[in-house]
């Protein structure tokens, strides 16, 4: 079973398990197993010496599978995260890998741009604001809705 820990003081640089800690006190560390594939035996890590983080990387290559999402309308979808670098755990490059997150962003920023051009735009606000005008652009936004449709 992996251990989860958290570390958000470190009183003392000290030694370890040979790796030497220079950790900023404004931070918080968060180390979790991501990988099935870890050396269990010290044969195993005696073979594996990596001087860098990227070739930790390129030997374990940690993924999550089975990572439960839900869409706008409540239901589980799951996907795997894969992770070549530390890059890949920012926002933006967990966004890329999930298609339900890029999905769910693509609205947000649709929804967004359609509330700021709404808000610039006076004569817009005004067909709004009036009761019959704004009746008579749900039923053309209704009619464009449907010739679109009806032209695939």
Do not use: W
């Not at 800690?21 to 195993?44: C, I, K, M, W």
């Not at 817009?124 to 032209?151: F, W």
């Amino acid at each position: 079973m992996p251990q989860k820990t958290v570390i958000t003081k470190v009183n003392e640089l000290g030694e370890y398990s040979g790796i030497r800690l220079h950790f900023p006190q404004n931070r918080v560390l968060y180390a979790d197993q991501f990988t099935g594939h870890a050396p269990d035996t010290s044969e195993e890590m005696a073979v594996f010496q990596p001087s860098t983080i990227d070739d930790v990387f390129a030997h374990y290559r940690p993924s999550i599978e089975g990572i439960a999402l839900s869409n706008e309308d409540g239901e589980l979808c799951y996907e795997t995260f894969k992770f070549d670098s530390v890059d890949d755990f920012d926002d933006e490059k967990l966004i890329a890998q999930s298609e339900t997150l890029s999905n769910s962003v693509y609205k947000k920023e649709t929804y967004y741009s359609i509330i700021r051009y709404l808000e610039r735009n006076r004569n817009l606000r005004k067909v709004l604001n009036d009761p019959e005008a704004k009746k008579a652009l749900v039923n053309a936004m209704k009619a464009l809705r449907t010739d679109l449709s009806s032209s695939k």
